[in-house]
């Protein structure tokens, strides 16, 4: 199950949301996360086990598959999509920028 940040909820953010949650029902050990950044920018997640051995160029485009049918504005509020190991959390900058966003001025 996709865990969503945010108390509040808008139509972009849920239809990510489930464009992923359809990545997870295929990855068991998939874990997603996703939140709002601010007005127009949407960070995404997947921590996956089955990332291990693939190039984080072929990572995007497996989860892009899931993302492509999202209409076009959605798509663009898309600013992160950080797809790790369970093993690269702890060495990530960009995952610790996740964990800890710096404030956003929009």
């Known amino acids: 199950m996709v865990t969503i940040r945010d108390k509040y909820v808008d139509d972009c953010l ?3 949301a489930d464009a992923l949650a359809m990545y997870e029902r295929r990855h068991a050990s998939a874990k997603t996360e996703v939140y709002r950044q601010n007005s127009a920018s949407v960070r ?3 921590v996956d086990i089955d990332f291990a051995g693939i190039s984080k160029a072929d990572r995007h485009d ?3 598959e ?3 049918d999202l209409p076009e504005e959605q798509q663009a509020e898309i600013s992160v999509l950080l797809l790790l190991t369970p093993d690269e959390l702890a060495m ?3 995952n610790y920028e996740f964990e800890h966003p710096v404030p956003s001025r929009l």
């Open 66 to 68: 899931f993302l492509k």
């Open 62 to 64: 497996t989860v892009w």
């Open 44 to 46: 995404a997640r997947i």
């Open 92 to 94: 990530s900058f960009a």
């Open 14 to 16: 849920r239809a990510i």
